[in-house]
């Protein structure tokens, strides 16, 4: 039938109506098309009844409206999705609307809202109601909406590699499962899952132990929390969550802590600290940051006093510290870690009670019992330090329990949900080996990954924006999870799988999600209500978990002494530590491209990962950047090019988890190396010796920043806290530019003049902005070789300089838009008056006069315009278009890019004003993508011709500056400068003072 319709439309384009008229009346009494209507469109197959011309057309009209919205159904729950015809009430053609849900990391959530429209998801944004993220997301969840849409996701079940379906899955479960019921209790069933927080997951699976008192749960965690909840049962005799009150806290200290890095915790922490930062300069001090670690990352990157310290020396200092503490004596070895450590125990001394020293699941278990142990000492449990109840089912038992009973022939069925063990086991496991050795394997994942390859069920898994469910955040809020679009493939979520293996009738996850959280007996009506509630704030209220009393802590096994230093050689014994990536994480984030070509916030280094050394071990051992090197221990190897790291600690190298994919025709196939290989179980964050080795071969890196200081220049300014002096001249500077245009009037003057402020005292260069800025307008991915050309697209940048020596340096972000400059050099250089301002002061471009010359790039001193020299978007899935922003013009080939301040947002609240009393816009009303996202809410953005508004308060803050202001370019993005400590008896702050 497709092939006469086919036929059909060509005689109608050939001007053949009779023709084309008499034929369709003949495909519309054939007995094909009404099988196919029976089929296809049950519920429209009434309207074949009459064969006449106008009652097909009616057919037709109607049968392409469902197929086109077929995937844009509203997501009211499986058996309630239908797609519609006649308008909803909720839903205007063309606006957007939002749900609130949850973007998970390692199993916890972050509130978020998700903007839909015509039911396709488009932009996550954060949830300002939430408790925990407060409005602030993180580039994972920016990144999420991307694997939506992925055209490499798996889509429908497989069985032994061939298609199958959930009907034959189910059939072939249902025996095997009641067989081993029926024997031995389900023993010999292994469930494999990642970190449960989800309250209605969990009772799922505590009703499955019940059922199969022989079934066995593992939780596979490559980046899990478990060393926390280890070192608060070795203090605290139980295992704990730890919190902290940073507004309480007049000083604080991180050992190998990562409180503002990428994590589960991000979000809610970064801003915790940022407000008690706020709170404390605003009382004219600062709360310093002291930082001790082997590798650097954004925890130290924001620290005032940085130490870059191997484990060994960690453990020793955190001793010393703990000696202090009870009244005792540090053994001073002399150098800076003795300087840092008097330092650093001066402050803590001074505010006892009021001082927080906290540390990082990388940290290690005995390290973080001596931490929890030195805040007792300190007295700062119970004040700045609390603990709660943790967050995740913990009675699950390791991954490396499961490898032991797959070599003893103890699994007969496996199902691993959400997981990929095989990619993602520590090397020494053997978990290959051993999962041979089981007779009947079930995956279930977003992909077909490297476990999919080797089991014999691989069952799509429906992704979190098309899921019911719920998850816990970090406090313990309980977020709840519900479609924002119905299933674009074939998948299901892991308690809808669940169900599929446990209860007798299969339940989709609305009857899931209803069936955990009604109350018994509550009646229906009640029930709708109550839920509705919670669905649109995004969470159940009084739902964080409180805190719990904690008594004296216990004391500390006996350690030995430290270990000597292993002698240089031919080749060098170096400890290597282990850090998730900062943008793909632990590589489930892998194949999203937004995540692959974001710059990694320290190396700014793309589509691959590196081996940082420090500068003290790169000389010493001859290396270059870019040289390849293997590291080996125990008879793992690794490769990976070197990258020579500020504040790399000296004996140590870091390696990152997430790259070194080996899943064939997927985007993250063969990037970077695989350093899961030479991870150890026992002690996964670290591994004491191993041994580096030149390959005598390069591998430059790719990165979008080759300069890490800023040449005597000051970009970054830094103000002592307190100063009220301003940190740049405000006197005007003549200029040959024309007087800004005013109509009769003075209606120039009188209007809105958006401008943006930057608190680099805020941002922690975590990049959400940036993966923000390119969901919202439809920025696409140039890919590895172009990027080595210096062809990225990102309208938005976040620059890294570091201050002082390379061993421990200072290091400062900078997020850099384009400066709207109010004298703007690429408006005297473009040719063509592609680029000009309006009224509102916007330097905007007119993409259909752009001819492509890059003249205004060449003027433009900020480097903020990106020339798109080829068609990045053209060969886009039909999948991944649906993704795209309406709002935003999608760039032909050959024209120049740049941020907009988000104008679409900014004439959605200009058409709003003037639909009613043509009142002005609200301070407030227009949030551009990149402030929304940032969790440390350091991005302001507003009219500055509004005395009341934020950003006119910021402009005329002391700290405000502007970016090369000398250049006389007048931009309307502006900085607010670094706060530091003032020394005693300093001056303030004169005009363009910087460090």
């Given at each position: 039938m497709t092939?006469?319709i086919g036929?059909?439309r060509?005689r109608l384009?050939?001007?053949d109506?009779p023709t084309?008229?008499?034929s369709l009346?003949?495909?519309a009494?054939?007995?094909?098309f009404?099988?196919?209507?029976?089929?296809?469109y049950?519920a429209?197959?009434?309207?074949?009844?009459?064969?006449d011309?106008r009652g097909?057309?009616?057919?037709?009209?109607?049968s392409f409206?469902m197929?086109?919205?077929a995937a844009?159904?509203q997501p009211?729950?499986?058996t309630?999705e239908?797609?519609?015809?006649r308008?909803p009430e909720?839903?205007i053609?063309?606006a957007?609307?939002?749900?609130?849900?949850a973007?998970l990391?390692d199993g916890?959530?972050?509130?978020?809202t998700?903007?839909?429209?015509?039911?396709?998801?488009l932009?996550?944004?954060g949830?300002?109601?939430?408790?925990?993220?407060r409005?602030?997301?993180?580039?994972?969840?920016?990144?999420s909406?991307?694997?939506?849409?992925?055209p490499?996701r798996l889509q429908t079940?497989?069985?032994?590699g061939?298609?199958?379906s959930?009907?034959?899955f189910?059939?072939?479960?249902?025996?095997?499962?009641?067989?081993?019921k029926?024997?031995e209790?389900?023993?010999g069933?292994h469930l494999?899952?990642g970190?449960?927080?989800?309250?209605?997951l969990?009772?799922?699976v505590a009703?499955?132990?019940?059922?199969?008192p022989?079934m066995?749960w593992h939780?596979?965690?490559p980046?899990g929390r478990d060393?926390?909840?280890e070192?608060?049962?070795?203090a605290?005799?139980r295992?704990?969550e730890?919190r902290?009150?940073?507004?309480r806290?007049?000083?604080l200290v991180?050992l190998d802590?990562?409180?503002?890095d990428?994590?589960?915790g991000?979000?809610g922490?970064a801003?915790?600290?940022?407000e008690?930062r706020?709170?404390?300069?605003?009382?004219?001090?600062l709360l310093?940051l002291?930082?001790?670690?082997?590798?650097p990352n954004?925890t130290?990157?924001?620290?005032?006093a940085?130490l870059a310290?191997?484990?060994?020396g960690?453990?020793?200092l955190?001793?010393d510290?703990l000696?202090?503490?009870g009244?005792?004596?540090?053994?001073?070895?002399g150098?800076?870690?003795?300087?840092w450590?008097?330092q650093?125990?001066?402050a803590l001394?001074a505010a006892r009670?009021?001082?927080l020293?906290l540390?990082g699941a990388q940290?290690g278990?005995?390290l973080?019992?001596?931490?929890h142990?030195l805040n007792?000492?300190?007295g700062?449990?119970g004040?700045?330090?609390?603990?709660?109840a943790?967050?995740p089912?913990?009675?699950?038992?390791?991954?490396?329990?499961?490898?032991?009973a797959m070599?003893?022939?103890?699994?007969?069925?496996?199902?691993?949900?959400?997981?990929?063990p095989?990619y993602?086991?520590?090397?020494?496991l053997?978990?290959?080996?051993?999962?041979?050795?089981?007779p009947?394997k079930?995956?279930?994942g977003l992909y077909?990954?490297?476990?999919?390859f080797?089991?014999?069920?691989?069952?799509?898994?429906?992704?979190?924006?098309?899921?019911?469910g719920?998850a816990?955040?970090?406090?313990?809020?309980?977020?709840?999870?519900?479609?924002t679009?119905r299933?674009l493939?074939?998948?299901?979520?892991?308690?809808?799988?669940?169900?599929i293996?446990?209860d007798a009738?299969?339940?989709?996850g609305?009857?899931?999600?209803d069936a955990?959280?009604?109350?018994?007996?509550e009646?229906?009506?009640a029930w709708?209500a109550?839920?509705d509630?919670?669905?649109?704030?995004?969470?159940?209220?009084?739902?964080?978990?409180?805190?719990e009393?904690v008594?004296?802590?216990?004391?500390?096994?006996?350690t030995?002494a430290?270990?000597?230093?292993s002698p240089a050689?031919?080749?060098?014994r170096?400890e290597v530590?282990?850090?998730?990536?900062?943008?793909?994480w632990?590589g489930?984030?892998?194949?999203l491209a937004?995540?692959q070509?974001?710059?990694?916030?320290?190396?700014?280094?793309v589509?691959?990962?590196?081996?940082?050394?420090?500068?003290?071990l790169?000389?010493?051992?001859e290396?270059r950047?870019g040289d390849?090197?293997t590291?080996?221990?125990?008879?793992?190897r690794?490769?990976?090019?070197v990258w020579i790291?500020?504040?790399q600690?000296?004996d140590?190298?870091?390696v990152?988890?997430?790259y070194g994919?080996?899943?064939?025709?997927q985007?993250?196939d063969?990037?970077?190396y695989?350093a899961?290989r030479?991870?150890a179980a026992?002690?996964?964050?670290?591994l004491a010796e191993?041994t580096?080795?030149?390959t005598?071969?390069?591998?430059?890196?790719?990165?979008t920043?080759?300069?890490?200081?800023m040449?005597?220049?000051?970009?970054?300014?830094?103000?002592p806290v307190?100063?009220?002096?301003?940190?740049?001249?405000?006197?005007?500077?003549?200029?040959?530019?024309?007087?800004?245009?005013?109509s009769p009037?003075g209606?120039?003057?009188?209007?809105r003049?958006?401008?943006?402020?930057?608190?680099l005292?805020?941002?922690?260069?975590c990049n959400?902005?940036?993966t923000?800025?390119q969901s919202e307008?439809?920025?696409?991915v140039?890919?590895?070789?172009?990027?080595?050309l210096g062809?990225?697209?990102?309208?938005?940048?976040?620059d890294?300089?570091y201050?002082g020596?390379?061993?421990?340096p200072k290091?400062?972000?900078?997020?850099v838009?384009c400066?709207h400059?109010e004298?703007?050099?690429?408006?005297v250089?473009?040719?063509v008056e592609?680029?000009?301002h309006?009224?509102?002061?916007?330097?905007?471009?007119?993409?259909n006069r752009?001819v492509?010359?890059?003249?205004?790039?060449?003027y433009c001193?900020?480097?903020?315009?990106r020339?798109n020299?080829?068609?990045?978007s053209?060969?886009?899935?039909?999948?991944?278009?649906?993704?795209?922003?309406?709002e935003?013009?999608?760039?032909?080939?050959?024209?120049m890019?740049?941020?907009?301040?988000?104008v679409q947002?900014?004439a959605a609240?200009?058409?709003?004003?003037t639909?009613?009393?043509h009142?002005p816009?609200?301070?407030?009303?227009?949030?551009?993508?990149?402030q929304?996202a940032?969790?440390?809410r350091?991005i302001?953005?507003?009219?500055?011709?509004?005395?009341?508004s934020?950003v006119?308060a910021?402009?005329?803050?002391?700290r405000?500056?502007g970016l090369?202001?000398?250049?006389n370019?007048k931009?309307r993005?502006?900085?607010l400068a670094?706060?530091?400590?003032?020394a005693?008896?300093e001056?303030a702050a004169?005009?363009?003072?910087?460090?």
């Open positions: 092939h006469d036929a059909l060509a384009a050939s001007g109506g084309f008229w008499r009346d003949a495909v009494d054939s007995p094909e009404r099988a196919f209507l029976d089929t296809e049950p429209a197959a009434r309207l074949a009844a009459s064969p011309r097909f057309l009616k057919l037709m009209a109607a409206a197929s086109g919205l844009c159904g009211d729950g499986r309630q239908i797609p519609y015809v308008q909720r839903i053609p063309g957007p609307l939002a749900y609130a849900s973007a990391v916890f959530a972050n509130g978020i998700v903007t839909t429209r015509n039911g396709r998801p932009k996550i944004e949830n300002a109601e939430h408790p925990w993220s409005g602030g997301t993180d580039v994972f969840a920016q990144g909406i991307l694997g939506l849409y992925d490499f079940p497989q069985h032994l061939r298609p199958s959930w009907q034959a189910r059939a072939a479960m249902t025996g095997r499962v009641a067989a081993l029926a024997a209790g389900g023993r069933l494999v899952t970190p449960i927080t989800s309250p209605s969990a009772a799922q009703a499955m132990r019940r059922d199969f022989g066995r939780v596979s965690a980046v060393a926390l909840y070192g608060a049962r070795l605290h005799g295992p704990l730890t902290w009150r940073f507004d806290a007049k000083v991180s802590g990562d409180v503002l990428p994590g589960p991000q979000v922490q801003r915790d600290w940022v008690a706020r709170k404390a300069a605003a009382e004219g001090r310093a002291h930082h001790a670690g082997p590798s954004l130290s990157a924001k620290a005032e940085p310290i191997g484990a060994d960690l453990s020793a955190v001793r510290l000696a202090e503490a009244g005792g004596r540090a053994q001073d070895s150098g800076p870690a003795a300087a450590r008097a650093t125990f001066s001394n009670g009021e001082g020293v540390a940290a278990p005995e973080l019992a001596q931490v142990r007792a000492a300190l700062n449990t004040r700045t330090v609390f603990h709660t943790p967050v089912v913990l009675d699950a038992e390791p991954l490396d329990a499961l490898a032991e070599r003893r022939g103890e699994v007969q069925v496996l199902v691993m949900l959400d997981v990929n095989v993602e086991a520590a090397g020494d053997g978990f290959l080996e051993a999962l041979a050795r089981v009947l079930i995956h279930a077909q990954d490297e476990t999919a080797h089991c014999d069920w691989n069952l799509p898994l429906a992704h979190p924006l098309e899921s019911w719920d816990r955040s970090l406090d313990g809020t309980v977020t709840p999870i519900q479609p679009i299933p493939y074939d998948g299901r979520s892991v308690p809808e799988i669940l169900s293996l446990t009738e299969a339940k989709d609305a009857a899931l999600f955990h959280w009604r109350s018994p007996g009646p229906d009506v709708t109550r839920r509630a919670v669905l649109q704030a995004g969470f159940f209220e009084g739902t964080a978990l409180a805190p009393p008594g004296a802590p216990l004391p500390a096994a006996v030995s430290r270990p000597a230093p050689g031919p080749a060098r170096v530590v282990f850090r998730p990536d900062a943008t793909v632990d489930s984030l892998a194949n937004w995540l070509e974001l710059p990694k916030p320290l190396t700014k280094v589509w691959g990962n590196v081996i940082a050394v420090g500068p003290g790169a000389e010493r051992e290396l950047q390849v090197v590291l080996e221990a125990e008879g793992r690794i490769e990976g090019p790291q500020p504040g600690a000296e140590s190298v870091t990152s988890l997430g994919r080996r899943i064939p025709e985007l993250a063969g990037l970077g695989d899961y030479l991870r026992a002690t996964p964050w670290r191993a580096l080795a030149k005598g071969r390069k591998a430059p890196p790719v990165t920043q080759d300069h890490g200081t040449e005597g220049h000051d970009f970054v300014r830094v103000q307190g100063s009220t002096a301003p940190v740049a001249s405000r006197a005007a500077l003549p200029s040959l530019y024309p007087p800004a245009p005013t009037g209606r120039y003057d009188q209007e003049a958006w401008g943006m402020a930057i608190d005292d805020a941002c922690i260069g959400a902005c940036v923000a800025c307008n439809n920025i696409p140039v890919g590895k070789e172009e990027v080595a062809r990225w697209l990102h309208w938005l940048r976040v890294r300089y201050e020596g390379l061993d421990a290091t400062h972000f900078m997020p838009p400066m400059c004298q703007a050099p690429c408006e250089g473009c040719p592609a680029t000009v309006d009224r509102e002061g916007l330097n905007l471009m007119v993409y752009c492509g010359t890059r003249a205004c790039s060449s001193p900020y480097k903020v315009r020339f020299y080829l068609d990045y053209g060969d886009m899935a039909p999948v991944q278009q649906q993704q795209r922003n309406p935003v013009t999608v760039r032909a080939r050959g024209v890019e740049k941020c907009t301040y988000c947002r900014i609240a200009r058409i709003d004003a639909k009613g009393d009142a816009i609200p301070d407030g009303a227009v949030v551009t993508a990149c929304g940032c969790p440390t350091a302001t953005f507003g009219d500055l011709r509004d005395p009341g934020r006119a910021a402009a005329a803050d002391p405000n500056y090369l202001a000398e250049l370019t931009p993005t502006t900085y670094r706060l530091v400590e003032a005693a008896g001056p004169t005009p363009g003072t910087t460090r």
